[in-house]
């Protein structure tokens, strides 16, 4: 999970949750909440983290370095707004998520015309 990683990649380099905390400009108490995958960091905190620890977002968020993740797609699917969406969609029952997708592709085809 993030925080594993988050928790690691400190610890490699001798640095304390309030080392980080400075370097982020936040509490220490809101960074160790992502060390304990208690809050999720926005983009804008995760590439941030990124560039100081110099990998990826991807290898932040699924332990891989892709290379292939664009930031502008992180962006994307780190909005707030869309995390909500997401995180009910997961949660849905399987007719709910049928019903959504023939909406949406409902939706694409009344906006071709």
Known sequence: MLGDRLRKLRNNRNWTQEDMA?????????YAHYEINKRQPDYEILK???NIFEVSIDYLLTGEDQQGSSDEMWKELLDPKKQIFFKDLMEAPEEKIEELIRFWEFI???DKK
């Open 22 to 30: 400075k370097k982020l400009e936040m509490s220490r108490g809101t």
């Open 48 to 50: 941030k983290i990124a």
């Open 108 to 110: 694409k085809e009344r």
